[in-house]
């Protein structure tokens, strides 16, 4: 009989216990707050958010006084809640000209620019790889390769093997290489959009005298793959390629910072990091209405804003491990912004035990939160209960044919070892509402549900403080990828 008071006494403090927490969470969130920033950010306004902007700076002033307004400590380095990240802008150069056997080709993007004019023979290399070259004179002439591999030729194995086949021209001494892409129509727009229009990348310095810099690289659409096939076949190719010279220019964009410290005397030392891109596409293509600007209600002022519910709740009711939100410039140019960060934190990476990253595309399920790598660390029932809490179930993420874990910025941290999963708007499958409003001009504030996002904001900050709160430090699940890079991070002793 003891035994059973006893159970229902410390069942009586847990629930007293969840309560509080629930009720901390539920008083520092409000729909009316949720609107105001998200109708903010994907104000016409700004435009967009295209990275380097000057509207992109409008937006990270109102998220940095956000910040201040609540309460947040800044970027422990600078003062300021900024972390100037240093880009550089690349024009794409003109007074292309390309012709193969007295074809002019017009379909084409230069991905790696060098001034240049050669008028010769090219050598078709099939694919490019490492046994392609061999008993293989190209020094200083012009391969005409086809995208991919044997294995597999669609748009992302062009984009994987790219660095690959990069590499061995360079090693082989060629001059230029032309890729022929045998994709559909809509991933052309695609590479077309984000290559024939000035391109941005980290500012390395001195890192950059190491690049292959001398080589002309030139994707060349070739739908059906008819002239991979013709070339093959060929006995000799004619080829002319001219490209004058590149432009470039500096451009200094922002990673907003903020801190708040634990309560714990030891756990403060351990960091969670709340993340989130701030970031969008800017102004494209109209769509059917003739609207241009690509606001990015849903990716990602949604995440934006996630991470500003949860700086606000813990500037009021901090856990007992520190906070560190960084919200990221530059995630649609590359992950510009968090590749920046990794290689230049504010405060020791061995010290971050756990980055909870929020980007979104769509929903098409307002049920649940799907969580892209969920299962792959210990904080999953932390995150599981927090989303049930409010009524949502938290899965794992549905379309892992859409590689969304290397996409976002959270896969800087997890190849540094922190576990690092991101928190998304519940999907059930990439397609319907997902991609109706991915990257469309239509992602507007006005067409978002408001109360599903209240509980999704809910169950992050929840989901945080669990984290936060939690005694056993999370890790990488056993035999991940990212487990032997974390054990390296955090000096954990192998056997």
């Not at 590149?246 to 907003?256: C, F, L, M, R």
């Not at 005397?265 to 600007?293: C, F, Q, V, W």
Request: glycine share 8%; aromatic share 10%.
């Amino acid at each position: 009989m003891k035994k059973l008071a006893l159970l229902l006494a410390l069942g009586c403090i847990f629930t007293l216990t969840a309560q509080t927490e629930i009720e901390k969470v539920s008083e520092t969130i409000s729909k009316s707050e949720i609107e105001g920033h998200i109708y903010f950010l994907a104000d016409d306004l700004l435009k967009g958010r295209e990275t380097g902007s000057p509207e992109l700076k409008i937006a990270a002033s109102y998220l940095a006084n956000s910040f201040r307004r609540y309460g947040v400590k800044p970027n422990p380095k600078t003062g300021t809640y900024y972390q100037e990240v240093k880009l550089k802008r690349k024009f794409p150069p003109k007074d292309v000209s390309i012709v193969i056997n007295d074809q002019v080709i017009t379909d084409y993007v230069v991905i790696h620019a060098a001034a240049m004019a050669s008028n010769q023979d090219a050598i078709f290399l099939n694919y490019g790889l490492i046994d392609d070259y061999k008993g293989k004179d190209v020094k200083g002439k012009v391969v005409i390769v086809k995208a991919g591999s044997p294995e597999t030729n669609d748009g992302r194995a062009a984009f994987r093997l790219r660095p690959t086949k990069e590499k061995l021209a360079n090693e082989h001494g060629v001059a230029a290489i032309i890729e022929l892409m045998n994709v559909d129509d809509g991933t052309w727009r695609f590479i077309d959009h984000n290559f024939n229009e000035p391109t941005l990348s980290v500012d390395m310095d001195d890192n950059d005298k190491n690049s292959n810099s001398d080589i002309v690289y030139v994707w060349v659409l070739d739908k059906d793959g008819k002239k991979a096939e013709q070339l093959s076949a060929a006995r000799t190719i004619s080829s002319a390629i001219a490209i004058g010279e590149k432009h470039e220019e500096a451009v200094i964009s922002q990673n907003v910072i903020g801190v708040v410290e634990g309560t714990d005397a030891k756990l403060k030392n351990e960091y969670i990091i709340y993340s989130a891109h701030y970031d969008h596409i800017g102004i494209g293509r109209p769509d059917a209405t003739g609207d241009s600007i690509y606001n990015g209600a849903r990716d990602n002022a949604v995440g934006t804003t996630t991470v500003l519910s949860m700086a606000k709740n813990l500037a009021k009711y901090p856990t007992k491990r520190s906070a560190l939100f960084i919200l990221f410039t530059g995630e649609e140019r590359g992950l510009l912004g968090s590749s920046y960060y990794v290689e230049n934190p504010v405060l020791p990476l061995n010290q971050m035990v756990y980055c909870f990253n929020s980007d979104n595309a769509g929903y098409n399920d307002t049920s649940v939160i799907s969580v892209v790598g969920l299962t792959r660390t210990t904080a999953e029932d932390n995150i599981v209960s927090a989303a049930k809490a409010f009524g949502l179930r938290a899965i794992e993420d549905p379309a892992e044919e859409q590689g969304l874990f290397d996409r976002s910025d959270n896969v800087n941290f997890a190849q540094k070892g922190i576990p690092a999963p991101t928190f998304s708007l519940g999907f059930t499958s990439f397609d319907g509402d997902v991609t109706k409003y991915y990257h469309q001009a239509g992602d507007e504030a006005d067409t978002l549900d408001y109360d599903y996002l209240l509980k999704f904001f809910q169950a992050y900050v929840l989901a945080g403080r669990n984290i936060a709160n939690d005694r056993q430090t999370p890790v990488w699940n056993k035999g991940d990828k990212y487990e032997q890079a974390s054990k390296e991070l955090y000096k954990v002793q192998t056997n």
